[in-house]
């Protein structure tokens, strides 16, 4: 099995910033593409930014040029810093991780997810 643990949402004012931060454990061979996701109330869930295990990067428009998606493949942990921060950022916030098991499985996982409200 493998689990995801998010950390790092709460609330915080327009224009200021979060760090959210995943975390995988269980039994891992290896991890692939890294992603987060967020869902705002009454809406679909949306990627928000991904990142593969080279590095390369993509993120949705409206994120460009104030989230960043980072990696630290030693650790098997996704970070998303988040920077002017509008209220429609405000969802839960789901990382996802398409990993390779010791057993040679190889499927998503998700996490639980954190909340984060931006106030106007």
């Known amino acids: 099995q493998v689990q995801l643990v998010e950390s790092g949402g709460g609330l915080v004012q327009a224009g200021g910033s979060l760090r959210l931060s995943c975390a995988a454990s269980g039994r891992i061979f290896g991890i692939n593409d890294m992603a987060w996701y967020r869902q705002a109330p009454g809406k679909q869930r949306e990627l928000v930014a991904d990142i593969s295990s080279g590095g390369l990067t993509n993120y949705a428009d409206s994120v460009k040029g104030r989230f960043t998606i980072s990696r630290e493949n030693a650790k098997n942990t996704v970070y998303l810093q988040m920077n002017s921060l509008k209220p429609e950022d405000t969802g839960v916030y789901f990382c996802?991780?398409?990993?390779?098991?010791?057993?040679?499985?190889?499927?998503?996982?998700w996490g639980q997810g954190t909340q984060v409200t931006v106030s106007s």
């Open positions: 996802n991780a398409d990993v390779t098991t010791i057993l040679w499985s190889r499927r998503d996982y």
